[in-house]
């Protein structure tokens, strides 16, 4: 069964671009959580959707948004970027409803904005 | 507020020594308590956890005893591994509200 994927792996983009990452949960999983890497802030929890519909939010400001497909693939965007929005972006997955012992996680996609 | 504490790193020892390392909380209520590794260039793997006090989850030779009177979840393996080296993330679950909240990570170096 092949495990959750993330994509791209590595982005650079620069101040007040956007942009989006996308998740594709482990195949049959419904729940898709996103969280962000940073060496200051460590791990932190930005969002969890399940089917097609957001469950909870981290403390986030609107900048950071997502959605989830029919397909339970999830998209996470983030607009106007700042340099503090640099940071490993992990995803994970879930059978049902996220209880962390049943989360999947993918290796991260890597951004980092100049 | 909530939060996790870990001891910070990095924590380098030699194969086959013991290792702790410590983890405290902050939270209103009975979290569940969690411990996770991330290996070079992987995502986070869940390592072992525990739903109530006194409950000690453990895996792969690590262990971890759910301290209520003292707000602790301590990670300890007696014999470690080269492949033991790893930034390992302490966490809890707020059960109100289903949040996570995870430490900051201590990265462990095992040198053989």
């Not at chain 1, 791990?43 to 399940?50: G, I, V």
């Not at chain 1, 340099?83 to 879930?94: N, T, V």
């Not at chain 2, 909530?2 to 990095?10: A, F, I, L, N, R």
């Not at chain 2, 033991?84 to 809890?92: E, N, P, Q, R, W």
Request: charged share 20%; hydrophobic share 30%; proline share 4%.
């Amino acid at each position: 069964k092949a495990g959750v994927t993330q994509t791209p792996r590595y982005l650079i983009k620069t101040r007040g671009q956007q942009v989006t990452l996308s998740c594709s949960p482990i195949s049959g999983h419904r729940s898709v959580s996103w969280y962000q890497q940073t060496p200051g802030q460590g791990l932190q929890f930005l969002f969890e959707y399940f089917s097609e519909t957001q469950r909870n939010k981290g403390n986030f400001p609107g900048r950071f948004s997502g959605r989830q497909f029919s397909n339970s693939r999830s998209e996470m965007n983030v607009s106007t970027l700042e340099l503090g929005d640099s940071a490993l972006y992990l995803c994970a997955s879930s059978l049902i409803e996220r209880t962390t012992d049943t989360q999947y996680f993918g290796p991260g996609t890597r951004l980092t904005v100049l | 507020g909530d939060s996790v504490t870990q001891m910070e790193g990095p924590v380098t020892l030699s194969e086959e020594a013991f290792l702790t390392i410590n983890c405290t909380y902050t939270a209103t209520g009975y979290p569940s308590l969690f411990w996770y590794v991330q290996y070079p260039g992987e995502g986070l793997q869940l390592l072992l956890k525990a739903t109530k006090a006194d409950d000690k989850g453990s895996n792969k030779g690590f262990e971890a005893t759910y301290r209520k009177e003292t707000t602790s979840f301590h990670l300890e393996k007696g014999s470690v591994q080269v492949s033991d080296s790893a930034v390992y993330f302490c966490a809890l679950i707020l059960n109100r509200d289903d949040k996570i909240i995870f430490g900051k990570g201590t990265r462990l170096h095992i040198l053989p």
